[in-house]
């Protein structure tokens, strides 16, 4: 048994001894780096306005809205309320009139018979679309439908943005 263990550490041992012995001869077959001493140079960016655009600059604004309001028609009378977060204030409100009859629209602030802020009738066929024309301040409105000679068809969305001009 003693026999055993010392053969066993000895085989051990030598192939402790043969790893590191090959590592360095395939280390030694590697061809010894060069090194080139020539400096380089790079200037620093010494601008303290790296972030302002300037005139000529081609400047990107990610555009930032967000559809809140989206259904179909249906009944002779719909209210479907929507939220302006903070940080928006214009509101694109979009209505296509597939029905036989014409269709009431008023958009208001609050409730549905608050204050009127935008109001139009629509054709059969015909579509509703508008962008407001002056920031609206944060809060619920209403998509008030009416149609008195008939059932609505069609849909309705209502898109909010930053900016009339990211809701065109």
């Known amino acids: 048994m003693k026999n055993l263990k010392k053969a066993s550490a000895v085989s051990v041992l030598s192939l402790a001894l043969a790893i590191p012995l090959?590592?360095?001869?395939?280390?030694?077959?590697?061809?010894?780096a060069t090194t080139d001493f020539t400096a380089v140079s790079q200037s620093a960016n010494?601008?303290?306005?790296?972030?302002?655009?300037?005139?000529?600059?081609?400047?990107?604004?990610?555009?930032?809205?967000?559809?809140?309001?989206n259904k179909s028609l249906?009944?002779?009378?719909?209210?479907?309320?929507?939220?302006?977060?903070?940080?928006?204030?214009?509101?694109?409100?979009?209505?296509?009139?597939?029905?036989?009859a014409p269709i009431n629209i008023t958009v208001t602030q609050g409730s549905a018979s608050g204050p009127v802020k935008m109001k139009g009738r629509i054709a059969k066929g015909e579509t509703f679309d508008e962008i407001n024309s002056s920031a609206w301040t944060v809060g619920s409105f209403y998509v008030n439908l009416t149609s008195p000679?008939?059932?609505?068809?069609?849909?309705?969305?209502?898109?909010?943005?930053?900016?009339?001009e990211e809701l065109q």
């Open 22 to 32: 090959s590592a360095s001869a395939a280390a030694t077959d590697v061809a010894p």
């Open 46 to 69: 010494t601008s303290t306005d790296v972030n302002t655009p300037k005139a000529g600059d081609h400047v990107i604004t990610p555009q930032d809205t967000n559809k809140v309001l």
């Open 74 to 100: 249906a009944n002779t009378d719909m209210s479907e309320r929507f939220y302006i977060d903070p940080h928006y204030g214009y509101a694109r409100v979009y209505v296509h009139n597939d029905g036989k």
């Open 149 to 164: 000679g008939g059932p609505m068809e069609g849909g309705m969305s209502v898109r909010i943005g930053n900016t009339r």
